[in-house]
């Protein structure tokens, strides 16, 4: 089974500048999640989708982030314009959807995009 | 709002011995997941508990998990270079959806 493939893997940008990560989730899994991890922190969660419906966006920082997911399955993370600390891994994760026997599915990680901004 | 609290959040054993990481949670909860994190990498998926009274165990780690008290601990038993990692609970609730802990980074030292 493929995992979740996120690209860029690396991206250096100057403060000021745009930029975009895509991640193509785990094929089935109607949920896919959003995290921007700083260097020796835990994930935050940035966004949730459910297929291409927004869940939970309220830790994204919306003058600056936004994120749709296209058709239910692939999703873009924008950045613009990036400041210095926004600096960090950029995961995408997904995961079979919540129901009332199972709960949420587990979350599959991508290998995550590293964004440094200068 | 949900909030996880790991502890210790830094910790540094001798090979050979044991100790437990701890995992507090502020809310009720749907799980309870731990991830590994190896350097430069990213999540590894190690044990998934899913009712109060679970236990899992995976070779020298086990988990387990109290939702009566809203903790979850992952106890190392005769630690080994190879288990050197970042560990980090995660918290699941359909909204929010998963909130991680600050991880807890483990070196085991020869």
């Known amino acids: 089974e493929a995992g979740v493939a996120q690209s860029p893997r690396y991206k250096i940008i100057e403060k000021r500048q745009s930029v975009a990560f895509w991640c193509n989730p785990i094929?089935?899994?109607?949920?896919l999640y959003w995290y921007q991890q700083i260097l020796g922190q835990g994930p935050k969660l940035l966004i949730q989708f459910q297929n291409n419906g927004v869940v939970d966006d309220s830790q994204l920082p919306k003058d600056r982030f936004s994120a749709e997911r296209l058709k239910g399955v692939d999703s873009t993370l924008k950045i613009q314009p990036a400041k210095l600390e926004d600096s960090a891994v950029y995961l995408c994760a997904s995961s079979s959807p919540w129901d009332r026997d199972r709960g949420l599915g587990e979350a599959f990680f991508g290998q995550g995009t590293r964004l440094t901004v200068v | 709002e949900l909030k996880v609290e790991q502890n210790p959040l830094f910790l540094s054993m001798q090979e050979g011995k044991n100790y437990t990481i701890y995992c507090n949670y502020s809310t009720t909860s749907d799980r309870l997941y731990w991830y590994r994190q190896d350097p430069g990498k990213s999540l590894e998926s190690l044990f998934v508990l899913l009712s109060n009274g679970a236990v899992k165990q995976e070779g020298r780690l086990m988990a387990s998990l109290d939702t009566k008290a809203r903790l979850s601990t992952l106890h190392i038993t005769a630690a080994v270079h190879d288990l050197s990692a970042t560990y980090f609970c995660?918290?699941?609730?359909?909204?929010?959806?998963?909130?991680f802990g600050a991880g807890t980074r483990l070196t085991v030292k020869p």
């Open positions: 995660a918290v699941v609730r359909i909204i929010p959806a998963m909130r």
């Open positions: 094929s089935g899994h109607a949920t």
